[in-house]
């Protein structure tokens, strides 16, 4: 199979970025794994991406971190076919809490990694695709959520605050590269069938708010991975600074 070239999924390794990188590697990309902490999930999927003629490899790094950041771009220069593609999906949640209880290393780590990481990450994909850095374009899919339009009061405001500016980003930076053959959009998924949920201490919170959506469900992290995908292909060629919710209609 002849590689369409290079895509980065942050936080790669499990939930929506994992789904990412599976239908990534059928569709003929070249997949780079980005991890943290879960090497093993992260290398059985590089694994099941190279079975479908994927040259995916796993690059571990904390997105906040900018030495990180720079380092894990240099590894994918060196290994992997040019960069046509960013999946900015790394985040973190912290346990449900009201703002009243927030403590400002809460606050700090959520937008270190959810918002200065996804910057990060996105400087270093513009200025290898972009055209007036002699690159070729691309795009770049950054994950927002639901929760940057609803606030989720009464549970992580903090988490939707970073997620608010994401969305700012994706529609300036989309603005800014668009003459440079980049364009930026962002996927705000609702409800999904992820472990997110255990790490706010609610592992059954789909399940308990399922009967605020519309469809009457939560999505799966394969439906939200379509999206992402449909926006990173020639498919969707004229579409830039969308924030496409990806909710069953919540």
């Not at 960069?83 to 009243?100: P, T």
């Not at 472990?195 to 609610?202: A, K, M």
Request: aromatic residues 4%; glycine residues 12%.
């Amino acid at each position: 199979m002849t590689s369409k070239g290079t895509i980065l999924v942050t936080g790669g390794s499990r939930g929506i970025g994992a789904a990412c990188v599976k239908l990534l590697a059928r569709d003929g990309y070249d997949v780079a794994i980005n991890y943290a902490r879960s090497a093993a999930a992260a290398e059985q999927l590089a694994d099941d991406a190279k079975a479908v003629g994927s040259h995916s490899i796993t690059v571990k790094a904390d997105v906040g971190s900018e030495a990180d950041v720079t380092a894990m771009f240099a590894q994918i220069d060196k290994a992997m076919p040019p960069l046509v593609g960013l999946v900015n999906n790394a985040g973190i949640l912290f346990e449900k809490a009201m703002l009243e209880e927030f403590s400002a290393e809460r606050i700090n780590e959520t937008m270190r990694v959810n918002v200065t990481g996804s910057f990060l990450c996105a400087r270093e994909a513009v200025r290898r695709m972009s055209t007036a850095h002699g690159g070729k374009g691309g795009v770049i899919v950054n994950l927002s959520s639901a929760a940057a339009r609803i606030g989720s009061p009464n549970e992580f405001i903090d988490y939707a605050a970073s997620k608010g500016a994401i969305d700012a980003m994706t529609l300036g930076l989309s603005k800014e590269v668009a003459s440079q053959g980049i364009r930026v959009n962002a996927v705000r998924p609702g409800l999904i069938h992820t472990d997110i949920h255990s790490s706010s201490g609610q592992p059954d919170r789909v399940e308990r708010l399922q009967g605020q959506v519309p469809m009457g469900r939560g999505g799966s992290a394969e439906e939200v991975a379509q999206s992402i995908v449909w926006l990173l292909s020639p498919a969707a060629s004229y579409v830039t600074g969308v924030l496409l919710d990806v909710t069953g209609g919540r």
